[in-house]
């Protein structure tokens, strides 16, 4: 079975621009969460979208911005970005909410 | 507020030693979960295990072990007879849903290098 697929693998933008971020669960998982991880620690929560509803939000700006389609895959966007935008953004698929979480490889984005 | 403490930032073993990672959790919640996370070189975060708040039993898999104990609030895991594939970034994480939101927290993280 496919594991949770993320796109692109790595992207340069920069400062101001916008990006979409794309992820595919685990098929038959439901809920999806995305996560930022910056170098040397540890994910930081953003979103968890179940059933296409958003379930959680973690502390982000509201230049963060997700959503979950009738498949379960999900987007995650992020408008105006800032140099400290910059890291590895995390998708994690999971049965259900509280379930543990399948991550994929991540996207590296870089804002110059 | 919800919070994971892991003070170890990083240890170093040889190989066959056994190693145990703090894991430290503040939650106002009754109801919760708690998890282990491994993150090799690669970089892809892989599950280890999971508990519920209810459930303090404590958990051997082969090699690892996992010691819950609400009474410190804490979460170890212990890798006996360390091995240099056991190298990687520990992450304990703890998440519960509080007033109908869900919030998943990770700590730190704990680098564990296994010398040969």
């Known amino acids: 079975d496919a594991g949770v697929t993320q796109s692109p693998t790595h992207l340069i933008k920069t400062r101001g621009q916008h990006v979409t971020l794309r992820c595919s669960p685990i098929?038959?998982?439901?809920?999806v969460s995305w996560y930022q991880q910056v170098l040397g620690q540890g994910p930081q929560f953003i979103f968890q979208?179940?059933?296409?509803?958003?379930?959680g939000r973690g502390n982000f700006p509201d230049r963060f911005s997700a959503r979950q389609f009738p498949n379960y895959s999900s987007e995650l966007n992020v408008n105006a970005l800032l140099l400290g935008d910059s890291a590895l953004y995390l998708c994690?698929?999971?049965?259900?909410?509280?379930?543990?979480?399948?991550f994929g490889p991540g996207t590296r984005l870089t804002v110059l | 507020a919800q919070k994971v403490t892991q003070a170890q930032t990083e240890i170093s073993v040889v190989e066959k030693e056994d190693v145990t990672l703090d894991c430290v959790y503040e939650?106002?919640?009754?109801?919760?979960?708690l998890f282990w996370y491994k993150q090799p070189p690669s970089g892809e975060l892989v599950f280890l295990i999971r508990?519920?708040?209810?459930?303090?039993q404590n958990e051997i898999s082969g090699r690892y072990s996992w010691n819950f104990q609400k009474s410190t609030s804490s979460f170890n895991f212990t890798i006996t007879a360390s091995q240099v594939v056991d190298s990687a970034v520990y992450f304990c994480?703890?998440?519960?849903?509080?007033?109908?939101?869900?919030?998943?927290?990770f700590g730190t993280g704990t680098r564990l290098k296994v010398l040969a």
């Open positions: 994690a698929s999971s049965p259900k909410s509280t379930n543990e979480q399948f």
């Open positions: 508990r519920n708040s209810f459930d303090e």
């Open positions: 098929s038959g998982h439901k809920s």
């Open positions: 979208y179940y059933e296409k509803e958003e379930r």
């Open positions: 939650t106002r919640d009754t109801t919760y979960y």
């Open positions: 994480a703890l998440s519960a849903t509080t007033s109908g939101t869900y919030k998943y927290i």
